[in-house]
């Protein structure tokens, strides 16, 4: 009877140990599912996986960050999680055997696990890998990976400790990596001549084999700043500059006109991962510009629609000569400011856009600069903005350039039959031009009116023209008249240089130039005068021929244009009244004596002819 229980007992005994023995298979089995699903997850965007062959023990892989503009001058890093036996069979790899690769592991990712959930209780390595792996913010391929990210959480809990691989300096591959799950980031973001700043990976979670050869694409996208000009033929065109489609890398403009300039910057695709995220704008000013106060105007692009940002946002910096005339506006960050993270509508698809105006002054160059690498008046913008969200590093992009342009007519009043130079001539310039149509060129500055030479200025007496919009030819003839916009402009003479002149009559002419919208450069500067006043022949572009005594200007250069100065040369001529000399007063005395003899013997012949015929008459 003893025997029959004891025999009963070890049965049971022995079928619940294989009862046991089964279980345990069998949560084996649904782990190793598990993270055969991860496995297949993470072989994204971020990671191509590689074909591998079984796990051997003591072999080891590389891996080779892929990104063509920067890996020659970023250096990267990389840490493992797991350590795990990773097999591949048939095209399906299996992750098993998971354990902590360190305690600094262990701590940081269960850190990071109770921080996303609060009912997270284990300090298992396989329990911890089993909860990554039912999370997309993990498997999946956006590169937009929020700042509180799982992942960001275990990079940031891990940023002081002394596991990390990194890479060499111009190389972009990590040996000796054994098996398991790595997480990837950026140890130093690059700055190659010719680009930007790199920014810093979102955080990129890996299988690796411990055998093959893995490339690694990091997740992140570099910012961009782009900066154009609005001509104002274009700007007086459109209801909203904003959505004019004609902003463009070159504008001219009139000596004392305001400009309008546009700054676009885009924004990092891992901009999520960025608790706080600086940008700053700054914009530099040749000496031919003034910035206009207060015209700083800033938006959030999203699509197609602008966004005003509330100034309290961002602090701007007037140019001026103080700090070398740089604009600056900045999205701060510290003491308690997130920078960009405190508009609420920014994305990592917004752009930044700022507005502002300019003016052109009279240091304003004339044509060409002649520094050989810029024509014009040209401004620069860059774009400084966080790239690690890890730390407080920022980067720069590279720079980006506009140039607004002016012209200069030199116009000769000349006798048109000597050709010499005339002075004492006085004109007037007008504009020609829909949008100033009328409009005086001021000739000098006046402070009191508060204007500067080259400044369209309208006049409210045209019959009091003040002296500020009045040219007077110097003992040469000579009128040089500088900072003019491209157009049409109307040329009068007001005032002949002597009175055996003649005033010439009102002409109109057009200034159109040519640019080269890379190298910043007038290529080619055309003038001519309207059709009405084709055929003058008191008018001539360029240099005179020397021909005197014809009365008639010839020019020989063409259409009197330099394209590299920016000048256009008119010459203006006068003809002169002739009379009849008054000189040798006592020939002139006797030819009209002897003019009133003959006239009164004439008279006297008729009287005595009709008499006599009277008396003829009466007989």
Not at 182 to 204: E, I, Q, R
Not at 207 to 234: M, Q, S
Not at 236 to 259: H, L, P
Not at 367 to 377: P, Y
Request: one cysteine or more.
């Amino acid at each position: 009877m003893l025997r029959h229980r004891q025999m009963m007992t070890d049965r049971m005994r022995i079928k619940r140990k294989t009862e046991e023995k089964k279980m345990s298979m069998s949560k084996n089995i649904a782990r190793l599912a598990v993270t055969a699903g991860l496995t297949a997850a993470l072989s994204f965007g971020g990671v191509m996986a590689p074909v591998t062959m079984a796990f051997a023990e003591g072999t080891r892989s590389t891996v080779t960050f892929e990104d063509a503009d920067y890996a020659a001058s970023t250096t990267y890093k990389g840490i493992q999680i797991f350590k795990a036996k990773v097999t591949t069979t048939g095209g399906n790899t299996t992750v098993s055997s998971i354990e902590w690769a360190s305690s600094d592991a262990q701590t940081a990712v269960v850190n990071a696990i109770k921080k996303k959930d609060a009912s997270y209780k284990s300090e298992n390595a396989q329990d911890a890998a089993d909860w990554l792996s039912t999370k997309s913010e993990v498997t999946g391929t956006d590169s937009k990976v929020a700042s509180d990210n799982v992942l960001s959480l275990i990079a940031d809990g891990l940023k002081n400790s002394t596991t990390w691989k990194v890479t060499s300096e111009g190389s972009a591959s990590l040996s000796g990596l054994g098996a398991g799950y790595w997480l990837f980031l950026t140890a130093t973001p690059g700055k190659p001549a010719d680009k930007s700043t790199d920014v810093s990976t979102s955080p990129v979670y890996a299988v690796i084999d411990g055998v093959n050869a893995t490339t690694v694409t990091p997740k992140k996208g570099v910012p961009t700043v782009e900066k154009k000009v609005l001509d104002d033929a274009d700007a007086a065109d459109a209801t909203d500059i904003k959505g004019s489609n004609k902003w463009n890398d070159v504008a001219d403009s009139q000596i004392g006109q305001e400009v309008n300039y546009k700054l676009t910057g885009t924004i990092a695709s891992n901009y999520a991962t960025f608790g706080t995220y600086a940008y700053k704008f700054t914009d530099g000013l040749s000496n031919g510009l003034d910035y206009v106060k207060g015209s700083v105007k800033v938006y959030a692009l999203n699509g197609e629609t602008y966004s005003e940002i509330e100034s309290s946002n961002y602090t701007v910096t007037d140019a001026d000569a103080s700090n070398n005339n740089t604009l600056t506006v900045e999205f701060k960050t510290g003491d308690g400011k997130k920078g960009l993270k405190d508009v609420a509508s920014v994305t990592a698809d917004t752009k930044i856009v700022v507005f502002y105006k300019a003016k052109l002054n009279g240091n304003a160059v004339i044509g060409n600069a002649t520094d050989g690498n810029k024509g014009g008046n040209p401004n620069t913008v860059k774009l400084e903005y966080s790239n690690n969200p890890y730390a407080e590093g920022t980067g720069e992009t590279i720079e980006d350039t506009v140039a607004d342009f002016a012209f200069k007519l030199n116009l000769n009043k000349v006798d048109q039959g000597t050709e010499r130079g005339l002075a004492g001539a006085v004109f007037t310039i007008q504009s020609a031009d829909s949008n100033t149509q009328d409009q005086y060129i001021a000739s000098k500055d006046d402070p009191t009116a508060g204007v500067v030479a080259g400044q369209l200025v309208t006049v409210a007496d045209v019959n009091h023209l003040p002296d500020y919009v009045t040219f007077t030819s110097d003992k040469d003839g000579k009128i040089p008249v500088s900072g003019l916009d491209a157009g049409s402009y109307k040329v009068t003479e007001v005032k002949a240089p002597g009175d055996s002149y003649t005033k010439a009559k009102p002409f109109t002419f057009k200034i159109t130039p040519t640019y080269d919208a890379v190298t910043m450069k007038v290529t080619e500067l055309k003038a001519e005068v309207s059709e009405y006043d084709k055929g003058r022949n008191d008018i001539a572009f360029g240099t005179l021929d020397d021909t005197a005594g014809d009365n008639k200007l010839n020019g020989t250069e063409g259409a009197g244009t330099n394209a590299a100065t920016g000048e256009i040369t008119i010459n203006v001529g006068n003809t002169k009244s002739v009379g009849l000399p008054l000189t040798g007063l006592n020939g002139v005395t006797f030819t009209w004596i002897a003019g009133g003899a003959v006239l009164c013997i004439g008279v006297a012949h008729l009287i005595r002819s009709r008499k006599q015929a009277e008396e003829s008459e009466q007989e």
